[in-house]
């Protein structure tokens, strides 16, 4: 678990410590932690089922924990009714009520605790200028588009001025233009707000992009949390690297071989070495293992520009064009390997051409466990 910093002051931290939920006879998450920092912007990722909802419902009190406690605000909240936990919850389907205005949507969890007139026109105003929804607010919920709705639904969370926000999948009925929108403002969003949030999603372009530091789930188990940077770039096991990216992490199985300083990975046609690898352990000769490279670091040469005797030479499989760049697939003894090129390398369908890896940007993992090496 990584180190918790200190919260700027007046922002909630949420803290889950040993975290045990059970429905039915199916335990979903055991023995869980996770510490979110006030402010942070916290992504929790991860395929379907495996629990990453469970964990983000629990934290606001609509599913009871069997085991384990959670704290919000350095208050601890297990069995605190949800409208006492100061939490807002946004989830995938807007939810909004048809026959009222976007103004009495926003106002209404207000207007039924009391609030006072002036005060719920000042959160509205301010939400509603937040997510630019002033001209909507006359309008119903038939008369938005669908980003429109999921702004309004955002926007009643926003005027609770809850100490913590989450996000249940709130993107994934968008098309891809308006995820892409409302990613960038849900972000701009936390920027103004200076918020603590969490955000569930198993979309990894969203993870990467919105997340101070993200949770990588698997089975109800936390599999690696850190920054985007440091998960992407360093996976802790054989499911983070290969969940993460697109196209996935290049994967190559071999074997350590140990010559003094010198350690090399040995695969059944690929030889790299690996000596300036930073091993967690001394490296064992033998030890089966997976060599993991990311495309951007598979480089595919045309002749003349490396030597003859240099890089490896597979056949061009696929070409696929993706605007900015291409992912080149060679078929390397009978494994493909993805390339993305980003100088238009001219190169084309059953062509050989060589490539070579970027040995300062690899990963290895223990074929056994799949954990780092």
């Not at 208050?75 to 100061?86: F, G, L, S, V």
């Not at 969890?109 to 937040?130: C, F, Q, W, Y």
Request: with cysteine.
């Amino acid at each position: 678990m990584a180190t918790v910093a200190a919260n700027p002051a007046g922002l909630a931290n949420v803290s889950v410590r040993d975290l045990k939920v059970q429905l039915g006879a199916n335990t979903v998450i055991d023995a869980l932690d996770l510490d979110v920092r006030g402010g942070e912007f916290v992504v929790l990722l991860g395929p379907s089922g495996c629990g990453k909802s469970t964990l983000l419902h629990s934290i606001a009190g609509l599913i009871d924990v069997s085991d384990g406690s959670i704290e919000i605000g350095g208050e601890d909240m297990t069995w605190a009714d949800p409208k006492d936990r100061r939490v807002a919850l946004v989830f995938q389907s807007y939810a909004l009520y048809p026959t009222m205005s976007v103004e009495r949507n926003l106002s209404f969890a207000l207007r039924i605790n009391g609030t006072p007139k002036a005060e719920i026109e000042r959160r509205v105003t301010r939400a509603s200028d937040m997510l630019q929804l002033g001209p909507l607010l006359k309008r119903k919920p038939a008369q938005l588009s669908g980003g429109q709705r999921q702004r309004v639904a955002i926007g009643r969370a926003i005027v609770r001025e809850a100490d913590v926000f989450l996000f249940d999948e709130p993107l994934s009925n968008l098309d891809a233009k308006l995820r892409t929108e409302l990613r960038r403002e849900l972000k701009q969003l936390h920027q103004r707000l200076n918020a603590t949030m969490i955000y569930v999603t198993h979309d990894q372009v969203e993870a990467m992009t919105l997340a101070t530091r993200m949770a990588v789930m698997k089975s109800g188990v936390i599999q690696q949390f850190g920054t985007p940077a440091e998960v992407y770039a360093r996976p802790e096991n054989l499911f983070v690297a290969t969940f993460l990216g697109s196209p996935a992490m290049n994967l190559i199985n071999g074997t350590l071989t140990v010559d003094g300083d010198h350690v090399r990975f040995q695969g059944a046609h690929f030889t790299l070495e690996v000596s300036r690898y930073a091993f967690r352990a001394a490296p064992a000769a033998g030890l089966r293992c997976v060599l993991g490279v990311r495309p951007e670091d598979v480089r595919v040469h045309l002749d003349g520009e490396i030597a003859a005797d240099a890089g490896e030479r597979a056949k061009v499989s696929l070409v696929e064009p993706m605007g900015n760049h291409r992912v080149i697939w060679l078929d390397y003894h009978g494994a493909q390997v993805a390339s993305i090129d980003q100088k238009k390398t001219p190169v084309a369908v059953g062509d050989t051409a060589a490539f070579t890896v970027d040995g300062a940007h690899i990963s290895l993992f223990d074929e056994a466990s799949g954990t780092r090496l």
